[in-house]
């Protein structure tokens, strides 16, 4: 698995530290102010779409019903 740092700059996570406190206050803000939520989630995720799997299960059931059917010729 590759190791993939923060990336506080692209506006998708934000880095508080591990002060209760602090998370509570921000996730809190989160949570109730749409406008700060509706900038968060539009930004662009540097991770992906979170749809990876669905189209890796798609090519290996492709992929194996191709290959059932090869032996079965």
Known sequence: M???PPE???GTVLLVGTDRERIVHHA???LDDAELYARMSRVHN???DGHASER???RL???LEAKALRGRA
């Open 8 to 10: 506080p700059e692209g």
């Open 2 to 4: 590759k190791h993939r």
């Open 56 to 58: 890796i299960a798609r």
């Open 46 to 48: 540097p991770y992906g």
């Open 61 to 63: 059931y492709t992929w």
């Open 28 to 30: 809190s803000e989160l």
